[in-house]
DNA sequence: GCATATAGGTGTCTAATGCACATATGGACA
DNA sequence: TGTCCATATGTGCATTAGACACCTATATGC
């Protein structure tokens, strides 16, 4: 748990509870992505922040590997190490579009949050004294 | 990690991995909820569906008092069980505050996340004939 | 030779949390 | 009286995600 998003955080170092919709729309944008370049593009979607663990984008993909979301296999051309790419499957595009409904909602629910917040925090403001920020 | 969101989930059965802001929100709005109620309430807040950890819920407002963002009394008034009220203190409502700013880039991040999936899944669907819904 | 960027991993420990379970009060009802 | 349910608050355990440290390998620049 944390205190807040962005605190000094006390303890935990949660990231990214959501990698897996941003890895499989990565993924539809441009079939047959590697881990390396996946990670690099997966910060600017990140919901936790800019920062994306190349460990746990490389996890994350062998899971989706075993679920059968992608395939992928070992690219040897071009200099540098090989890569290994990864092209989703049918169900991969199935589990991304449930993600983007449940996504969604979530927006639907942030908005009413958001709103919520709005309207309930001006008097929590004045109730306390006017706290700058 | 799931497959999706309201998955038949494998395995796992992650909840709300965003249950301290909804509360914050809740008590801002109704300063001296008690744990049951604020369960209760939460339920049409959560980012990841319905259902909402009584337990959690008690476990995240004992958290919150040791961190100093509610006081907490027991009030033995009135029929059945003792409640134990909380009551949001300066540090709670300056979290709540960060809170709102963090879901604020959230719904930035999930507008772009959302645009970008509209883009490009027609043509996936295109690609690999059209499959329903 | 050595640092750096690219590329792909594994091992381990901690924190979050779902689930099962325990406790107590008071009302409904037979 | 006994039993069941809703309210109300918790604890213990096991599973899981994920941050961090660490390792390997290739190619380029200095």
Known sequence: MELAPTFPSPTSRRQSTVLEPVLLLLLLEKNGSHGY??????????LTGPE????????CLRW???EGL?????????PGASRRRYFLTDLGVKSLR????????????LDEYLGRYRM??????????????
């Open 37 to 46: 370049d996946l990670a690099n593009r997966a910060r600017r979607l990140s």
């Open 52 to 59: 994306v663990e190349p460990s746990s984008v490389y996890r």
């Open 64 to 66: 989706f590997e075993k």
């Open 70 to 78: 992608v395939r992928s296999e070992w690219d040897n051309e071009g």
């Open 98 to 109: 449930l993600w983007a409904d449940a996504l969604k909602r979530q927006r639907g629910v």
């Open 120 to 133: 309930a925090i001006p008097q929590a403001m004045a109730g306390r004294g006017k706290q700058s920020t």
